[in-house]
């Protein structure tokens, strides 16, 4: 498998990599069971950093699509199921199939302005006016 990166993307490494595996399995070229080269093979023959390869690896472990056998090395996932988050062009489709009221702020130290109590802030407020 050879792999291309265009270092003046806007897209990392690390996701232009993932996006060339993924590709590579949705589209065949990459068959369940089929052994990966190893990322210190890839750093040296690519000239990307061993963490990196990791990281994607890791990713697409995470994923499904690949499988690490401590030991072993790592292998494209035998019996690939569909994965709904991304179609076979490889572009996310989670966000047109989560509903709006679904959507949250999950951002740290933020608070939900609905559990102010505005109430009685308004009450201490005009008894102190």
Same mark, same amino acid.
């Given at each position: 498998?050879?792999? /291309?990166?265009?270092?003046?993307?806007?897209?990392?490494?690390?996701?232009?990599?993932?996006?060339?595996?993924?590709?590579?399995?949705?589209?065949?070229?990459?068959?369940? &069971?089929?052994?990966?080269?190893?990322?210190?093979?890839?750093?040296? #023959?690519?000239?990307?950093?061993?963490?990196?390869?990791? /990281?994607?690896? #890791?990713?697409?472990?995470? /994923?499904?699509?690949? #499988?690490?056998?401590? &030991?072993?090395?790592?292998?494209?996932?035998?019996?690939?199921?569909?994965?709904?988050?991304?179609?076979?062009?490889?572009?996310?489709?989670?966000?047109?199939?989560?509903?709006?009221?679904?959507?949250?702020?999950?951002?740290? &130290?933020?608070?939900?302005?609905?559990?102010?109590?505005?109430?009685?802030?308004?009450?201490?407020?005009?008894?102190?006016?």
């Amino acid at each position: 498998m050879l792999f /291309e990166f265009n270092r003046n993307s806007s897209k990392s490494l690390h996701t232009q990599i993932c996006i060339q595996i993924r590709q590579a399995v949705l589209s065949g070229n990459l068959k369940g &069971g089929d052994k990966l080269p190893p990322t210190r093979q890839m750093k040296d #023959e690519y000239g990307v950093s061993r963490n990196v390869w990791s /990281e994607a690896y #890791e990713q697409l472990v995470a /994923e499904g699509f690949l #499988e690490a056998k401590q &030991g072993c090395g790592t292998f494209v996932t035998k019996n690939l199921q569909p994965i709904p988050f991304y179609n076979n062009k490889n572009k996310p489709i989670a966000d047109k199939t989560i509903s709006q009221k679904w959507k949250a702020d999950f951002s740290v &130290g933020t608070p939900n302005p609905l559990d102010f109590p505005l109430t009685k802030w308004a009450s201490a407020l005009k008894k102190s006016v």
